[in-house]
């Protein structure tokens, strides 16, 4: 919802690499957040960017480029357990979240 | 450590009745949330509160109505629930900073309106 673009499903091996893109409209949004929501389940938040650039953490990283409206998701040595849906979220103001409907990640063995 | 407790975590309605969602946090969090989720529209906002007595409408409203009388509850009211309403409802809460904070998501409430 509210222009925001992340592909709907996607499909990887177990081990390999993945990133889920997501653009926005800029105006307004001074933050990302990125959910990982397992299928009945509650999101629970995997990373956050309010800076331009990489945010690292353990094998997920996040990339915001604010000016671009365009953020990305990279996980590494994918494992089952991964497969899930990725929301991504920019944040508007200090307390608003619109989120985008996600991506549905499907990790093969 | 509960987090946010919602109930009920099931409920089967029929049109026209109505009921009261609830949630609980016990992070001492100012900001709550309610989400409807469906199928290929992502999280959508209902309401929201900035604080103890206050709401605010969020993206769709309508239909529904909420109240926050203590800060750690959030209730979301259907008066006359419709089909349209079926969905799975989630509620959630962030801390008051001066930097956006994550979002804390109960485990839903599945709610089929028949």
């Known amino acids: 919802g509210q222009n925001i673009d992340q592909p709907t499903e996607m499909t990887a091996t177990e081990g390999a690499i993945v990133q889920i893109n997501c653009t926005y409209q800029?105006?307004?949004?001074?933050?990302l957040f990125w959910y990982q929501q397992h299928a009945g389940e509650a999101p629970t938040f995997l990373s956050y960017n309010v800076l331009d650039g990489l945010e690292e953490k353990g094998r997920f990283s996040s990339f915001l480029s604010r000016s671009k409206g365009y953020s990305y998701l990279l996980l590494k040595e994918l494992q089952m357990k991964d497969s899930a849906s990725y929301l991504c979220?920019?944040?508007?103001?200090?307390?608003?979240?619109?989120f985008g409907t996600g991506t549905r990640l499907k990790v093969l063995a | 450590n509960a987090g946010v407790t919602q109930t009920p975590k099931f409920r089967v309605l029929k049109t026209g009745q109505s009921m009261t969602l609830l949630c609980a946090q016990d992070m001492n969090h100012e900001y709550m949330y309610w989400y409807r989720q469906d199928p290929g529209m992502g999280l959508r906002l209902i309401h929201y509160?900035?604080?103890?007595?206050?709401?605010a409408k969020g993206e769709v409203p309508d239909g529904y109505n909420v109240s926050r009388l203590k800060k750690q509850n959030f209730l979301l009211g259907l008066e006359s629930a419709a089909p349209s309403q079926t969905s799975v409802y989630f509620c959630?809460?962030?801390?008051?900073?001066?930097?956006?904070?994550?979002?804390?998501f109960g485990d839903g409430t599945r709610l089929s309106i028949l």
């Open positions: 800029t105006s307004g949004f001074n933050g």
């Open positions: 959630a809460s962030t801390g008051q900073t001066g930097v956006n904070q994550p979002q804390h």
């Open positions: 979220a920019p944040a508007r103001g200090t307390y608003k979240y619109i």
């Open positions: 509160s900035v604080g103890e007595g206050t709401t």
